[in-house]
């Protein structure tokens, strides 16, 4: 029963909140295009990225997210370009968004900073007349006329902003998302994007010749809360780490993850929830498959005028 009545609630919430919220992610280190626009081309390589993320998992309803990001440095742009593709399913409300970036890079030191903004849509449906057709969303009150009886949909223009600085073994970003916070109307109710704030910063630190330590911070900020992931990662061998994250009063995580072949890493991690949650969710689980292919620029030969040997 008490499952039940938090899915209930759960789904229920994305229709009678008005202020919808980006989704969650715990390997945030490997996903720094969909919050951050101006980390387009900072890899130096042409990257693409899948990630899929299965949150309180025993529940009904609870939410799951695919996420694709694809970026590159376009040295004619003087910076970068990048394609984020991002559908979410939370009970029966199923958001898309697809977003373009691009990031103007300038040379400072020994790293780069860029600033950067992307621009798409997103588009949020909810799938109505579940009870009738089998599904999990069965309406305490079936005359309310808020609750759709059939599926309904809606499209708004998104756009986001950021900076962000990177060298060999520091990065650092912050960034804005859902900065039009676009309303969706549904009819009777609508639902509003939450403008996200994020800041991270991350570091690099060789231990000994094989083993690299990786502190990061990944902070998420909405005006009613704000969401702090501290991680540590031991990398060995550029081959394989392990390590975890604490996000405050929520979860704890653990990650794991390999090189399979050169510039093709899997990783893997499990949220132990903290929160109240914890009496009904088996946790989160996600999975991460990243490749980065290294461009080869060609350096134009040299000619001596032999007087001049």
Not at 178 to 198: C, M, Q, W
């Amino acid at each position: 029963m008490k499952k039940v009545l938090f899915t209930l609630l759960l789904i229920s919430s994305s229709v009678l909140v008005f202020a919808q919220q980006d989704p969650q992610f715990s390997q945030n280190m490997f996903n720094r295009l969909q919050p951050n626009p101006a980390t387009a081309g900072s890899n130096d390589a042409i990257c693409a990225s899948l990630l899929y993320r299965s949150q309180w998992v025993s529940f009904d309803g609870a939410p799951k997210t695919m996420l694709l990001s694809v970026d590159a440095p376009v040295d004619f742009l003087h910076g970068g370009l990048g394609l984020t593709v991002m559908a979410d399913k939370l009970g029966f409300e199923k958001s898309l968004t697809a977003k373009l970036a691009y990031a103007l890079r300038f040379a400072i030191g020994s790293g780069n900073i860029a600033i950067g903004v992307d621009a798409g849509i997103l588009q949020k449906s909810l799938e109505g007349g579940l009870a009738s057709s089998g599904g999990v969303f069965i309406p305490n009150d079936p005359d309310d006329n808020l609750i759709p009886k059939s599926s309904v949909s809606g499209t708004k223009f998104d756009l986001s902003a950021g900076a962000y600085y990177n060298s060999e073994h520091l990065y650092a970003g912050v960034s804005a998302t859902n900065l039009t916070e676009p309303k969706i109307n549904y009819g009777d109710f609508s639902s509003k994007a939450v403008r996200h704030l994020y800041g991270t910063i991350g570091a690099s630190f060789d231990l000994t010749p094989s083993v690299a330590l990786k502190p990061s911070v990944f902070v998420n900020s909405i005006p009613a809360k704000t969401i702090a992931d501290f991680n540590l990662n031991l990398h060995f061998n550029n081959r394989f780490w392990l390590g975890g994250s604490y996000r405050l009063e929520d979860a704890i995580v653990v990650m794991v993850g390999v090189n399979i072949i050169e510039n093709l890493r899997l990783g893997y991690s499990y949220d132990i929830t903290t929160s109240p949650i914890k009496n009904y969710s088996n946790g989160s689980h996600e999975i991460t498959l990243g490749y980065c292919y290294k461009i080869k620029k060609k350096i134009p030969p040299v000619l001596r005028n032999v007087r001049f040997l």
